[in-house]
């Protein structure tokens, strides 16, 4: 099988790492990629937002299946082209990735299917701003009510501040969507969904606050782990079976139904597990631990998703032990980054315990490797639990050295110290 992986981050660079462990696929290439993943697969380059330029290079590839790592393609119908010209592909059409792109289609699906989620009033008038920031909080929640890349959220005490990102967003032109707090430790569970057919993959944890202790502004995420200790087996299952199956059936039922990867983003409160997002696709930066510990073929996995026969393939095979990712991030992210820092330490190693996986990466003319993004690098440790797979990616992450950068120190940490306890 011919491979044709869309996107550029860490994500995609895990995607083409867990391919090329698949026996069954034969080439990957990677559009437009970045330089630590033109080190395992021929990158092209191509407008990823366009499915006319996705169709034309994976016809000219003869690629057999079309991956698409990030959101923005599918909510604009980069599918859509890829199944139209024939190629299978892996990602929703436009019409089922508005659970991630239309905040306001997840919430009526989720209110359709019976799904727990977050109360939410969208504001699009300034003047309507103050008198509904008074019916929440505290604690406040604001989100841009569109394609963020989880920086639009601004979770806060302070109505001041809540205030300001409301009303900056407003400014920019972009409704802003208020949303109930919702308490408990975080999950992302991912979940491949052909229609009603839903294979979870394992639980992780993202860290989305830029600074230790979850200080600081949100980011894309700064680190991630997996599997969850702290989380029951059974709390999984109700997921899955309360709120994916639910929601993917809604899906089918509105004559949109999902393929692809259905990205759960939940707090586990005391009243059970509620929805703080639905994504379209994998997460970044969980990915890059879920894959780690994955030891069936992924390109199987992917290709029954996209061709209709999920539930025909074995469900996935996991090892045993824990992987911790952790993000390199450029200076001054997650505002606007400083880039065309020069990396050194970032090569390969033969250690298989810590893998470095690029996201804004580029090589200069001169062959050096530099910054290019604001999350530069994802390191992921793997052990034989959460302690060791911390310990592989912080030793290494020492021998990286970029102007700049900064990491959270603490993925993990409070999982590892049995600090995480759900209410109720
Ligand atoms: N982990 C956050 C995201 O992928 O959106």
Redesign the pocket.
């Known amino acids: 099988m011919r491979v044709l992986v869309i996107g550029s981050g860490a994500r995609e660079h895990a995607l083409v790492q867990a391919l090329r462990r698949d026996p069954g696929v034969s080439a990957i290439y990677a559009a437009p990629g970045n330089a630590g993943i033109a080190q395992h697969a021929q990158v092209r380059p191509v407008d990823a937002s366009s499915g006319e330029a996705v169709v034309a290079l994976a016809t000219e590839l003869s690629a057999d299946l079309v991956v698409i790592g990030p959101e923005v393609p599918l909510v604009l119908g980069v599918a859509d082209a890829v199944r139209a010209a024939g190629i299978a592909c892996f990602g929703p059409s436009a019409a089922a990735a508005r659970i991630e792109g239309s905040k306001a289609f997840a919430k009526d699906v989720m209110a359709a299917a019976g799904v727990r989620t977050a109360h939410s009033e969208i504001v699009d008038n300034p003047a309507d701003l103050d008198a509904a920031l008074d019916r929440f909080g505290p604690t406040w929640v604001v989100k841009d009510d569109g394609l963020a890349a989880?920086k639009g959220v601004v979770v806060t005490a302070d109505r001041l501040a809540a205030r300001d990102h409301g009303a900056e967003l407003l400014e920019q032109g972009h409704p802003v969507l208020l949303e109930s707090f919702l308490d408990g430790p975080e999950v992302?569970l991912f979940c491949l969904v052909d229609g009603e057919t839903v294979v979870p993959l394992l639980p992780a944890q993202?860290h989305k606050r830029v600074g230790d202790g979850d200080t600081g502004p949100n980011t894309?995420?700064m680190g991630a782990y997996t599997p969850l200790p702290w989380l029951a087996p059974e709390t999984v299952t109700a997921i899955v079976e309360d709120v994916v199956k639910p929601v993917a059936a809604e899906l089918v039922r509105r004559d949109c139904p999902f393929s692809g990867l259905l990205y759960a983003g939940l707090a586990i409160g005391a009243a059970g597990p509620a929805v703080v997002e639905f994504?379209c696709r994998f997460?970044?930066?969980?990915t890059q631990a879920v894959l780690a510990l994955l030891e069936s073929p992924l390109g199987e996995l992917l290709n029954a998703t996209a061709t209709g026969t999920l539930a025909q393939v074995a469900p996935p095979r996991w090892r045993d032990g824990a992987a911790v990712t952790v993000v390199v991030a450029a200076e001054n992210y997650p505002g606007r980054p400083r880039v065309g820092d020069v990396i050194t330490g970032a090569g390969e190693s033969a250690d298989e315990s810590a893998a470095v996986l690029h996201a804004g990466t580029a090589t200069r003319e001169d062959g050096a490797l530099v910054s290019a993004g604001g999350r530069v690098l994802s390191v992921v440790g793997v052990g034989e639990d959460l302690s060791e797979a911390r310990d592989r990616a912080y030793e290494r992450i020492a021998s990286i050295k970029l102007p700049g950068s900064h990491f959270r120190t603490d993925i993990g940490l409070a999982a590892v110290e049995d600090r995480i306890t759900v209410p109720g």
């Open positions: 989880g992302s993202d894309g995420g994504n997460g970044d930066p969980e």
